[in-house]
């Protein structure tokens, strides 16, 4: 079965669209949203970088007076996912850790220091 063209002439050719604005030595144009609730859209110039959001600020988090670091802290300081941290303390393995509360946990941050000292080696042999 022979398939149907829907060109006039019975070509599957696509047609290259003219340049309205080369004519008039104008850029197009790309519409951005202006206000949050107004829906009115303005154009902008096309060569113009689109506007940038303001990044959100980050959520406040309580630090212990007593200078203890929070998991996500002390992951971030050792170079570990948080739970690869959370990991190694239900593993008995990783640095010490101060339960805080019966959900919370701190890291002293030279408890942290002692543990990757701890952890450096010479060669690939050593155990």
Do not use: W
């Not at 002439?9 to 604005?21: H, K, M, S």
Request: proline fraction near 9%; charge should be positive; glycine fraction near 8%.
């Amino acid at each position: 079965m022979k398939r149907k063209s829907h060109h006039k002439n019975g070509r599957d050719q696509a047609r290259a669209q003219p340049d309205l604005f080369a004519a008039i030595g104008a850029t197009p144009m790309q519409a951005v949203t202006v206000g949050v609730d107004s829906g009115a859209r303005l154009p902008i110039p096309a060569n113009q970088p689109k506007p940038v959001r303001a990044p959100k600020p980050a959520p406040l988090v309580a630090r212990p007076a007593n200078g203890l670091l929070r998991v996500r802290e002390a992951a971030a300081r050792l170079g570990l996912s948080k739970s690869t941290l959370d990991k190694m303390r239900c593993e008995g393995r990783g640095p010490r850790y101060v339960k805080i509360t019966s959900k919370l946990v701190g890291y002293d941050p030279a408890d942290l220091d002692a543990y990757a000292e701890g952890r450096k080696r010479q060669s690939t042999s050593e155990h």
